[in-house]
Structure formats: structure tokens, C-alpha cells
């Protein structure tokens, strides 16, 4: 049997910290899928694996998958895949006003998306 993860129904049962649950929230019965939680915009989404430890300090870590939307205009501060003469990177996206970085190997840089989550297993 093959099952869809995103589009799985999963009980959600409110918020936690570090005390006690909240016996109120226990009787949660709204349920939430991944798919309305992480891809709001499942059309213009797609999965990317991160492959570096660039953005370690971000935490997100090699092996992490970025959900990537398509075509979003990016903000200052958004983390970003792009791709700097055909290679793909992923990067913290900078303040569009700032110095331009002197890289005098980057002859090509396009945007290929804003990372709007990032999901992570832990084994």
C-alpha cells in the first residue's frame, strides 16, 4: 500500500512546553496534513535536498528537504535557492540595497526559488 505523507490526516493536539500539557488541549480534535501545514502553494512547490553545511548556523543541516516555492519574490533575510552559473546553491537571500559580493566567477545568478520550510528526520 502506498500512502501520500502529505496528504495524511494527522490529529493535532494543540501546542507544547516545557511544563505540563494543558488538559484542555488534550481534547483537540482538529486534524491538519502536512500538505496544508508546509505547501500552500502545492502548484508552484518541489522538494530540494539540502547538500552543504552553509547554512549550519540557519540550522539547516545537510540531508534537511527544502520545500521551494516557485516564481516567490524574496525578501530580505528569506533563505533562497539559486543557481550561480548552472549550479545550484542555497543561501540566506541579502538586503537588495547592499554592496554587491565581488565574486569574479559568478557570471550567471538566478533565482530559482524562496525555501519555505524545511522538513527533518530525525533516525
Known amino acids: 500500500m502506498i500512502v501520500d505523507a502529505l496528504a495524511l490526516r494527522l490529529p493535532h493536539r494543540g501546542t507544547v ?5 494543558s488538559p484542555a488541549e488534550e481534547e483537540l480534535n482538529d486534524t491538519l ?4 501545514w508546509l505547501v500552500p502553494r502545492k502548484d508552484r512547490s518541489c522538494l530540494i535536498t539540502v547538500a552543504t553545511s552553509a547554512l549550519r ?13 516557485r516564481g516567490r519574490t524574496p525578501r530580505p533575510g528569506n ?21 554587491p559580493r ?3 566567477t559568478a557570471s550567471e545568478v ?14
Do not use: K, Q
Request: net charge neutral; charged share 25%.
Open 17 to 21: 512546553s516545557a511544563g505540563w500539557p
Open 33 to 36: 496534513t502536512f500538505e496544508e
Open 57 to 69: 548556523t540557519e540550522g539547516i543541516l545537510p540531508g534537511d528537504i527544502a520545500i521551494m516555492e
Open 79 to 99: 533563505i533562497v535557492v539559486a543557481a550561480i552559473n548552472g549550479s545550484p546553491i542555497i543561501r540566506r537571500f541579502a538586503r537588495p540595497h547592499a554592496p
Open 102 to 104: 565581488t565574486d569574479d
Open 110 to 123: 538566478r533565482l530559482l526559488g524562496v525555501v519555505t520550510a524545511i522538513i527533518r528526520r530525525y533516525r
